[in-house]
């Protein structure tokens, strides 16, 4: 039987990429946004003691507004350029799709009404957000994922209509993995409060510029991880209206509604790796161990 | 509504001696790929291609030099950005409609000009930036409107992102900051601006055979809008951009911006020749290819209820 063996909060700013300087990524930095890499340093130290075959990663950066879309082909490999910051992530990216899990996914949410489509280009290009969050928790690639659209609900009607969708979807991906044989790491790939600086300093690693853009969206974003890291994600999803409008938060993706349903509302203290902002947005990594799956 | 203008013909006797520089013709066109790639499918899809091509011929009889693109399908964080690499190839792949199929180009980019529009929006108080780099993702809108409005890059072109945060004066200061450029290089350019009317998606898949408007409200709406632009009332579209974007719009973006940014770039008036060549729906949502030529017989100047806006100064912080 297979099993979620862990769950994440892995925000993708290509900027921790950037700051990591590995080969795949074309620019070099001199350093930056340490809090967050050493952060993910930590995740990948446990996730290290932790047998698994698939990562499973819900991203903000494959928006789709017709159904929730799946990766359905085997391997991909390209150059993802980010349109935002092409100055600092041109990552030549190789992976494989865990398909057969994909399609299981797939087809549970189907089953659960929800919209779907198995994309089958080979020419399709993978987000980035799906690629940092991937790169940031296990950049040797050595295990295949899963990567999830996120379905735009919350731009078509409104936050609570987005999260209904995400809190199915997230059941229905926990049921597929349970009826596979695969131990999956899921993954969140978002940030928190989401409102950026719109210049950046002439060196981008110039950590003397970087700061939460306003105190407002620091508060919220205290509030969130207090209530993460404390067990009380069924407020946090509770509170999401709030949180997405008011912290104008990347949380209107529905990646860490759709974490959380997954992991079944956890209740237990998640382990906070770091926080940090980056160009003006509030990022934590924090981490999940579930208890054993219910019969 | 096929080949018809929404509201006063267009006198062929009247129709307008384009400026000798600047900016001798616009359209606006749909982004979403199904005219380019399957319009057999869908008979207003194929319009719409009809359109494409009847638009990109009256806007070539204006012997331009330059093709500027804006879109809204392109969104941009950092101020504005500008793509410049010269000839960028790639095999692009919509990220919601990847089973229509894959889109292998190659464009001709004036790299030059994007230079010129760059500091010029600086110029203006705007922070803006080139890109030119290889596997730049250029979006969907931007790909399809070259494709089609350009497909044998007769015209060197440039591409403007949508600021996600950019509302009314940085958007008209940016179109301006584009007509700028264009008059100082006496380049006779086009301004395609890439959007749809109402963007309203089904939100699930539907037989190409019934494709409509997602509803009646967003068709009167389209429907007006239609009738402003093919009297060639581009200002007044403008000016009532909030209230179509409150009324129609989807709020991926703020505001329903490229109408602002058109007329900033034409020159903030009515007096154009409008033609809406096509209208017709793209998986519901309200797709409209229409020509706006330069013209002494438009409407002429309205009263305008928001005030103009030379230079952008900047986020003054009133959020934080």
Same mark, same amino acid.
């Given at each position: 039987?297979?099993?979620?063996?862990?769950?994440?909060?892995?925000?993708h700013p290509p900027h921790l990429v950037y #700051?990591?300087?590995?080969?795949?990524n074309?620019?070099? =930095?001199?350093?930056?946004?340490?809090?967050?890499?050493?952060?993910?340093?930590?995740?990948?130290?446990?996730? #290290? +003691?932790?047998? @698994?075959?698939?990562?499973?990663?819900?991203?903000?950066?494959?928006?789709?507004?017709?159904?929730?879309?799946?990766?359905?082909?085997?391997?991909?490999?390209?150059?993802?350029?980010d349109?935002v910051f092409?100055?600092l992530f041109?990552y030549?990216?190789?992976?494989?799709?865990?398909?057969?899990?994909?399609?299981?996914?797939?087809?549970?949410?189907?089953?659960?009404?929800?919209?779907?489509?198995?994309?089958?280009?080979?020419?399709?290009?993978?987000?980035y957000?799906?690629i940092v969050?991937?790169?940031?928790?296990?950049?040797?690639?050595?295990?295949?994922? $899963?990567?999830?659209?996120?379905?735009?609900?919350?731009?078509? @009607?409104?936050?609570?209509?987005?999260?209904?969708?995400?809190?199915?979807?997230?059941?229905?991906?926990?049921?597929?993995?349970? #009826?596979?044989?695969?131990?999956?790491?899921?993954?969140?790939?978002?940030?928190?409060?989401?409102?950026?600086?719109?210049?950046?300093?002439?060196?981008?690693?110039?950590?003397?510029?970087?700061? $939460?853009?306003?105190?407002?969206? @620091?508060?919220?974003?205290? +509030?969130?991880?207090?209530?993460?890291?404390?067990?009380?994600?069924?407020?946090?999803?509770?509170?999401?209206?709030?949180?997405?409008?008011? =912290?104008?938060?990347?949380?209107?993706?529905?990646?860490?509604?759709?974490?959380?349903?997954?992991?079944?509302?956890?209740?237990?203290?998640?382990?906070?790796?770091?926080?940090?902002?980056?160009?003006?947005?509030?990022?934590?990594?924090?981490?999940?161990?579930?208890?054993?799956?219910?019969? | 509504?096929?080949?018809? *203008? *929404?509201?006063?013909?267009?006198?062929?006797?009247?129709?307008?001696?384009?400026?000798?520089?600047?900016?001798?013709?616009?359209?606006?066109?749909?982004?979403?790929?199904?005219?380019?790639?399957?319009? &057999?499918?869908?008979?207003?899809?194929?319009?719409?291609?009809?359109?494409?091509?009847?638009?990109?011929?009256?806007?070539? &009889?204006?012997?331009?030099?330059?093709? !500027? !693109?804006?879109?809204?399908?392109?969104?941009?964080?950092?101020?504005?950005?500008?793509?410049? &690499?010269?000839?960028?190839?790639?095999?692009?792949?919509?990220?919601?409609?990847?089973?229509?199929?894959?889109?292998?180009?190659?464009?001709?980019?004036?790299?030059?000009?994007?230079?010129?529009?760059?500091?010029?929006?600086?110029?203006?108080?705007?922070?803006?930036?080139?890109?030119?780099?290889?596997?730049?993702?250029?979006?969907?809108?931007?790909?399809?409107?070259?494709?089609?409005?350009?497909?044998?890059?007769?015209?060197?072109?440039?591409?403007?992102?949508?600021?996600?945060?950019?509302?009314?004066?940085?958007?008209?200061?940016?179109?301006?900051?584009?007509?700028?450029?264009?008059?100082?290089?006496?380049?006779?350019?086009?301004?395609?601006? /890439?959007?749809?009317?109402?963007?309203?998606?089904?939100?699930?898949?539907?037989?190409?055979?019934?494709?409509?408007?997602?509803?009646?409200?967003?068709?009167?709406?389209?429907?007006?809008?239609?009738?402003?632009?093919?009297?060639?009332?581009?200002?007044?579209?403008?000016?009532?951009?909030?209230?179509?974007?409150?009324?129609?719009?989807?709020?991926?973006?703020? %505001?329903?911006? %490229?109408?602002?940014?058109? %007329?900033?770039?034409?020159?903030?008036?009515?007096?154009?020749?409008?033609?809406?060549? *096509?209208?017709?729906?793209?998986?519901?949502?309200?797709?409209?290819?229409?020509?706006?030529?330069?013209?002494?017989?438009? /409407?002429?100047?309205?009263?305008?209820?928001?005030?103009?806006?030379?230079?952008?100064?900047?986020?003054?912080?009133?959020?934080?």
């Amino acid at each position: 039987m297979g099993r979620i063996v862990y769950g994440a909060l892995a925000p993708h700013p290509p900027h921790l990429v950037y #700051a990591e300087n590995p080969p795949q990524n074309e620019p070099r =930095a001199e350093c930056g946004w340490e809090t967050l890499r050493w952060g993910y340093e930590r995740l990948r130290a446990d996730l #290290a +003691k932790i047998p @698994y075959d698939t990562i499973v990663v819900l991203s903000p950066h494959w928006q789709t507004y017709v159904g929730t879309h799946f990766l359905g082909v085997e391997h991909f490999r390209s150059l993802s350029v980010d349109p935002v910051f092409p100055n600092l992530f041109r990552y030549h990216y190789e992976l494989d799709v865990d398909v057969p899990l994909a399609e299981a996914i797939c087809s549970a949410a189907s089953d659960d009404g929800i919209v779907t489509k198995m994309m089958r280009n080979p020419d399709f290009r993978v987000d980035y957000g799906t690629i940092v969050a991937c790169h940031l928790v296990n950049p040797s690639w050595d295990k295949p994922i $899963v990567s999830i659209s996120s379905q735009r609900s919350a731009a078509f @009607y409104s936050v609570e209509v987005m999260q209904e969708h995400m809190v199915a979807l997230g059941r229905a991906t926990r049921r597929a993995i349970e #009826a596979s044989d695969r131990r999956v790491v899921l993954l969140a790939s978002e940030s928190l409060s989401h409102r950026h600086f719109v210049t950046e300093p002439p060196v981008p690693e110039d950590m003397s510029h970087e700061h $939460v853009t306003n105190h407002h969206q @620091y508060l919220w974003d205290m +509030k969130i991880v207090e209530m993460l890291r404390s067990g009380h994600t069924r407020q946090v999803v509770e509170q999401m209206p709030e949180f997405a409008e008011q =912290a104008v938060s990347e949380a209107d993706s529905g990646a860490l509604t759709w974490l959380i349903a997954a992991l079944d509302f956890p209740t237990s203290r998640a382990e906070l790796y770091g926080y940090g902002t980056v160009i003006g947005t509030g990022n934590a990594v924090i981490g999940w161990t579930p208890g054993e799956p219910r019969p | 509504m096929n080949q018809v *203008a *929404a509201g006063a013909e267009v006198d062929g006797e009247e129709v307008a001696t384009a400026p000798e520089t600047g900016v001798v013709g616009g359209a606006l066109v749909p982004g979403l790929p199904h005219p380019l790639l399957v319009p &057999e499918r869908n008979a207003g899809w194929n319009r719409l291609r009809q359109a494409y091509e009847a638009a990109r011929r009256d806007l070539m &009889e204006l012997k331009p030099d330059l093709m !500027v !693109v804006y879109s809204t399908m392109w969104p941009s964080v950092i101020g504005h950005q500008i793509v410049a &690499e010269p000839e960028p190839v790639w095999v692009h792949v919509d990220e919601l409609f990847h089973d229509l199929g894959s889109i292998p180009y190659k464009f001709r980019i004036d790299a030059a000009m994007a230079e010129q529009v760059r500091a010029a929006a600086e110029e203006r108080g705007l922070h803006a930036r080139t890109v030119a780099y290889h596997g730049f993702p250029i979006d969907t809108g931007s790909v399809v409107a070259l494709k089609l409005m350009n497909p044998d890059n007769a015209l060197p072109a440039i591409v403007l992102s949508s600021n996600v945060y950019a509302d009314r004066a940085e958007t008209i200061v940016f179109g301006k900051a584009c007509r700028d450029a264009i008059l100082a290089a006496g380049r006779r350019a086009v301004a395609v601006v /890439v959007g749809t009317l109402s963007n309203r998606l089904f939100t699930d898949w539907i037989d190409p055979a019934d494709d409509h408007v997602h509803s009646l409200k967003d068709d009167e709406w389209n429907r007006k809008i239609l009738e402003f632009l093919g009297e060639g009332r581009l200002e007044d579209t403008a000016q009532l951009s909030r209230e179509v974007h409150r009324q129609i719009r989807i709020p991926k973006v703020v %505001s329903f911006k %490229s109408m602002w940014w058109w %007329s900033g770039v034409m020159g903030q008036h009515n007096r154009y020749a409008g033609k809406v060549y *096509a209208y017709e729906a793209i998986h519901g949502t309200g797709g409209a290819v229409v020509g706006l030529v330069p013209s002494p017989s438009g /409407v002429g100047d309205k009263e305008f209820d928001e005030e103009d806006v030379e230079r952008y100064r900047g986020d003054r912080g009133v959020l934080t």
